[in-house]
């Protein structure tokens, strides 16, 4: 909302506060002054006006706030235009056909108008607000309505064929050629005014070419009404047309300015365009608007504020601001909500309003003490989880927890039946997910299809399934990826060491993943997840251009046996002693095997070993390989002699004969 200095100083004519000052006060009092500035001898404002408060989208409104604000009475606009002998019903009809869309309006009627630029005054009080001044007729209406907020719209009387207005809902293929000169299509659940056969004007939004006001014009129908905000507002998103009036009706309007703001701009028409008003204007209200009173308790102000305000100051805020003391005794003020304020309904409403106009600067200051609170410790480690798989670079995806049948029968890593729901969303997708894997891949697909580069994806999510009729929920780590099996196992293998528990991989078929290129998550002897490369005939039914690895696991299982802190571990105070063998072992063997069997000599000194180098070629035997393994030994107390570390890495080499007919190479 554009407000200008003189503007508010001829509505408050008391108002010594400087431009500056009123800048603050608006700001202070909760309609934020974005900017303002020098426009010639007055300033300009620019007005944050809240959503609630539409009646504040006009000088008029703007002006009672400060008045209130800075204790400035406000001065009532004169609304008394002279009345001709010729009345309004023997030269035109209204007839609204849908009083619920408009449920008010009023018709004036202006004969022998002179229409011509506005006078300097008038242009110069539009422009100041950013209103372009066409000629005094629409000028004046476009004061009007920046003044007191209520739109109004003036036809070409003559040009109404059977010089007559019909208010109801357009007709399907009806089109109107508005005043910006574009052609809009109408629809049933629009509302237009009409003359006796066509639209002149989409109501509450825009006024139509063909009765628009011209230096040809000599007789106007001025209109001013009330229409339903939903309405407008539906219209005016389905047109993409926001205007002045559909921007004010679309918010909701006085209703009691309807007839005031017609006579208002009748009477500055008269003014500056002559001609004579006609007598008896048309006016069809539908229903008027309960009055509504609420009452305050003094004593309620302190309660919720924290601070004293007297009453006297109460009930002088409150008539400030329009409303009308109907009742009062020590403890408690009734006032009649005035017809602008459709948005106090309560008490706390009221006390909003004298707390905001009081100000908040001696409100007390309570100091309060802040207590934290640790999270439960499955959310601890649901966050690290997250937090680890987004640091080895994958993007979390949270997808929707409904699929279609088919997905069902495929991805059921953790067994059971599907859950099916009575009443699904979408009739395609009526159940829950028993996998994460499907979901993923739509996601993946998504990308790759708008030329997007493949992300690695992961999800940790709830899945679902039924066991013997109960349902069963349970969380599911999942992730995929199309660039290495190498990359999927790794972020796997972080998350479990930084849970400080230890998954196996153990290769074995799974009817989602390919041959030779599958296996299964155990954590101890449970089964806990799929890991692996996606089968070629699913990455081609799901349509992904290239391999994708993945794996699933049982979230739940992995927060269980996790552990948040291990044991402190003192620096060892001796250097670490390193050897690096390399022995020949089948090619069929695997390194968990070889882990496994290192595992159990239980070597007190060996602190950590660890697979480097995996080789085929000259020197190893067809169908062996070479596992070259680093050995580190350490103990707390004294140096650790050669002879003691031949001894451990000897024991290490014959268990490995023994178990695996393994041997060293070169030997």
């Known amino acids: 909302m554009r407000v200008t200095y003189n503007w508010l100083k001829q509505l408050l004519p008391d108002l010594y506060a400087s431009p500056e000052k009123v800048a603050e006060t608006l700001t202070f009092i909760g309609f934020e002054v974005e900017r303002f500035e020098k426009i010639g001898s007055d300033w300009a404002y620019d007005v944050d006006v809240t959503s609630n408060r539409p009646d504040c989208l006009s000088a008029l409104g703007l002006a009672r706030e400060l008045g209130a604000a800075l204790k400035v009475t ?41 229409v011509k630029p506005s006078p300097q005054w008038l242009m110069d009080a539009l422009s100041a607000i950013g209103v372009r001044p066409v000629n ?47 052609i809009y299509p109408l629809n049933e659940n629009m509302l237009v005014i009409a003359d006796a056969k066509f639209p002149v004007a989409i109501a509450g939004v825009m006024g139509g070419k063909d009765t628009e006001v011209t230096e040809q014009t000599r007789n106007i129908l001025l209109e001013s009404a ?20 559909s921007y004010r009706f679309s918010r909701g309007v006085d209703p009691e300015m309807v007839v005031p703001a017609a006579r208002r701009a009748a009477q ?36 919720i504020m924290g601070i004293h305000i007297p009453p006297e100051e109460v009930v002088e805020t409150l008539k400030f601001l329009g409303f009308a003391v109907v009742g009062r005794d020590d403890n408690k003020v009734t006032v009649e909500v005035p017809s602008w304020r459709s948005d106090v309904e309560r008490e706390i ?21 802040v207590a934290t609170v640790r999270l439960p410790r499955r959310l601890r480690l649901e966050r690290r989880i997250r937090n680890i798989m987004s640091a080895c670079g994958f993007l979390e995806a949270m997808s929707d927890v409904f699929v279609g049948q088919n997905e069902l029968a495929l991805f059921a890593p953790f067994g059971g039946q599907p859950v ?11 159940n829950l997910r028993t996998s994460l894997i499907p979901t993923l891949l739509a996601a993946l697909r998504h990308n790759q299809h708008r030329a997007n580069s493949s992300p690695d994806l ?88 290239e391999a994708v690895y993945l794996f699933e696991v049982n979230a739940d299982a992995l927060i269980e046996a996790a552990r948040e802190t291990v044991p402190f571990q003192p620096l060892p105070h001796h250097p670490t002693i390193q050897r690096d063998i390399a022995v020949i072992v089948d090619e069929n063997l695997l390194w968990r095997d070889v882990q496994n069997a290192i595992h159990d000599l239980q070597i007190k000194r060996l602190a950590d070993f660890r697979l480097f180098d995996v080789y085929r070629g000259q020197q190893v035997p067809k169908g062996k390989k070479s596992f070259a393994i680093r050995l580190l030994f350490s103990q707390e107390e004294g140096m650790l002699t050669g002879e003691q570390v031949d001894e451990m890495v000897g024991r290490v080499v014959a268990e490995l004969e023994r178990r695996f007919r393994a041997r060293l190479r070169g030997k």
């Open 268 to 303: 500055l028409i008269l003014q500056i365009a002559g001609g004579s008003l006609a007598k008896d204007p048309i006016n069809i209200r539908h229903q008027s608007p309960q009055k509504t009173t609420v009452s305050m308790r003094f004593s309620r102000i302190k309660k």
């Open 226 to 245: 009330l229409f339903e905000p939903v309405n407008i507002r539906r219209t005016s998103k389905e047109l993409n047309l926001v205007t002045a009036a």
């Open 349 to 369: 409403d009221l006390i909003e309003e004298v707390a905001r106009i009081h100000g908040f600067g001696d409100v007390p200051f309570v100091e309060t003490t």
């Open 420 to 430: 099916s729901v009575r009443n699904p969303i979408r009739a395609d997708s009526p």
């Open 136 to 182: 005094n007729v629409v000028d004046a209406t476009n004061f009007v309505t920046m003044e007191l907020g209520q739109p109004l719209h003036a036809f070409d009387f003559d040009r109404l064929y059977e010089r007559r207005i019909v208010v109801r809902p357009a007709e399907s293929g009806e089109e109107i050629r508005a005043i910006d000169g574009r």
């Open 458 to 545: 992961f999800e940790l999510s709830s899945v679902f399934s039924q066991h013997d009729g109960e349902i069963s929920e349970a969380k599911s780590l999942c992730a995929i990826s199309c660039h290495s099996f190498e990359r999927v196992k790794g972020v796997l293998e972080e998350v479990c060491r930084r849970l400080h528990i230890a998954v196996q991989t153990v290769p074995e078929d799974v009817k989602i993943l390919e041959k030779g290129a599958s296996g299964v998550l155990k954590l101890g002897k449970e089964r806990v997840g799929i890991c692996g490369m996606l089968s070629d005939a699913l990455r081609e039914k799901a349509d992904i251009r």
């Open 74 to 114: 406000l001065k009532t606009v004169e609304v008394s235009p002279p009345f001709s002998d010729i009345c309004t019903t023997e030269l035109t009809s209204v007839e609204v056909m849908n009083t619920e869309l408009c449920p008010h309006y009023s018709a004036h009627l202006i004969l022998g108008v002179e």
